[in-house]
């Protein structure tokens, strides 16, 4: 007699150094991960991860994924709106003590951005409760004074590298960043390539994120973290 075939369904473990692999296949944000901003502005939707930010807030919403080591492989797809934003961050410890963001990569329209944030945590929320106060009367921050900027704990984002990026609205785009000590490269659709390097990378990691810019849409999906 033929025995039938039994087909078995095997959960390989991943990788010693793999932290995240999501495909969004849930209907749920994945365990772990959690959203700050205005409620429900995550949702997870035909197997991606949508992102919407109203027009009316002054900071767009964002969604938190953790992180730990320090060198650190990070790939995602994401797919942006007619206007053209996203930005991606990696947090960690700050020089001045506590959580901060380190790292940020970013596409404005047509335009690829590696950026650092320097400064202390208190520095970023004092600057957060300014802006805030300031859209409510249609105001902006003003530009850093020269004895703001000398001051180390003064928060601010450096630019380190930019470069034209042909992101057409609807397509998905592809982003490989490669972390080792100070040093980021970030890979574009496996073919363009940007490089920097920044000042305080070397440290531990505490989480991915991943932030809306006001008044715009983003979709992500295939996102993977791992330490090399």
């Known amino acids: 007699m033929r025995l039938p075939l039994l087909l ?8 010693a150094g793999e932290l995240i692999h999501e495909d969004f296949s849930a209907s749920n944000l994945p365990k772990g991960w959690t959203t700050g901003g205005r409620a429900n ?12 930010c109203a027009k009316e807030d002054d900071h767009g919403p964002a969604v938190f994924a953790p ?15 007619e206007k053209g934003n996203c930005l991606m961050l990696v947090d960690g410890e700050s020089a001045f003590g506590g959580q901060a963001h380190l790292l940020r990569v ?15 945590p208190q520095s970023h929320i004092e600057h ?9 009367e249609g105001k902006k921050l003003p530009p850093p004074t020269a004895e703001e900027l000398a001051d180390p704990k003064y928060y601010r984002t450096e630019r380190l590298a930019s470069a034209p990026l ?19 490269t970030v890979t574009v659709n ?9 000042t305080v ?13 006001q008044g715009k849409k983003l979709w992500i999906d295939d996102v993977k973290a791992a330490n090399p």
Request: with cysteine; glycine share 12%; proline share 2%.
């Open 190 to 198: 496996g073919a363009q390539k940007l490089e920097a390097k920044g």
């Open 67 to 81: 992180l730990a080591g320090r060198d650190l492989d990070v790939s995602c797809k994401v797919k942006l709106d």
């Open 128 to 136: 957060g409760k300014l802006r805030a106060t300031l859209a409510k």
């Open 106 to 120: 970013s596409i404005y329209g047509n335009t690829l951005v590696i950026a650092q944030d320097r400064g202390s």
């Open 8 to 15: 078995l369904s095997i959960s390989l473990p991943a990788f």
């Open 201 to 213: 990378f070397e440290v531990a990691k505490s989480r991915l994120v991943f932030l809306v810019g």
């Open 166 to 184: 042909q992101a057409k609205p609807g397509e998905w785009v592809k982003l490989d960043v490669a972390l080792r000590g100070n040093q980021v």
């Open 41 to 52: 502005s995550w949702t997870v939707q035909d197997g991606m991860l949508q992102g919407t």
